[in-house]
């Protein structure tokens, strides 16, 4: 499947609706620096980019920021602490103002057998956002997973509250494709909601991803030096 190259101003309007739903993400890695906020912020506002994902240490300065703007933050949290300390950031960031949250899959548990620990971990981070009307996405790192395996993740997280299934972190193996996403679309339908995350190449990859029925799409630097490129102005 492929599509032409945007060109502005004749595609705009396909490039406001991809950018409204893109979770911008540079201040998610962990080489990320306070002083990006800033520039993070900025572009998302400029370009109506709709929400920044961060971690912890940068989710004040980015609320702050983008305060009375559409932008909006989604708290973004790893496999690397325990289960009752990403319990206590996810409770912190709603709190604060976090829209939705990015959660890990603990795949540990899964390849272990521990599907009731990982749905009850599930559960319990869904029940958090549930309490502030909000949502959260469970990345299943498709990389590491065969065409089952990634039905059987997003089945049991779904079925434990998750309303996105997320492809991939992007720092790990595995990237976004077509294939996966047509995958789930067929085993779900709409009960499942797609992110496309991990290496989505261009506005064009993520326009047909959209076409496949991806409604959310992880971006870093790349977006805004391709929107710069082609002279794409709100």
């Not at 009752?84 to 899964?110: N, T």
């Not at 029940?127 to 089952?148: M, P, S």
């Not at 997280?157 to 294939?179: E, Q, V, Y």
Request: hydrophobic share 45%.
């Amino acid at each position: 499947m492929r599509t032409a190259l945007f060109e502005c101003p004749v595609d705009n309007e396909k490039i406001k609706l991809l950018l409204e739903n893109v979770d911008y993400s540079p201040l998610l890695v962990p080489s990320s620096k306070p002083e990006w906020v800033e520039e993070v912020c900025r572009d998302a506002i400029h370009f109506g980019i709709g929400r920044i994902v961060a971690i912890d240490p940068f989710q004040d300065a980015v609320l702050e920021r983008i305060k009375g703007t559409n932008v909006r933050l989604v708290h973004g949290v790893g496999d690397l602490c325990t289960q009752e300390d990403a319990i206590r950031s996810a409770e912190l960031a709603f709190a604060k103002g976090a829209d939705e949250m990015d959660m890990m899959f603990r795949q540990s548990l899964y390849f272990d057998g521990k599907y009731d620990e990982l749905q009850n971990y599930i559960r319990k981070m869904a029940d958090v956002a549930a309490g502030y009307g909000k949502i959260i996405k469970v990345i299943i790192e498709t990389g590491y997973l065969t065409d089952e395996q990634k039905i059987e993740a997003s089945r049991l997280s779904l079925d434990a509250g998750a309303t996105f299934i997320k492809t991939n972190l992007g720092m790990r193996p595995g990237r976004a494709t077509l294939h996966d996403i047509l995958l789930l679309k067929e085993a779900f339908g709409d009960r499942i909601k797609v992110k496309a995350s991990g290496n989505v190449a261009s506005l064009e990859d993520a326009w047909v991803m959209w076409n496949a029925g991806a409604e959310r799409f992880a971006f870093r630097e790349l977006l805004v030096k391709q929107l710069k490129n082609i002279g794409y102005e709100p």
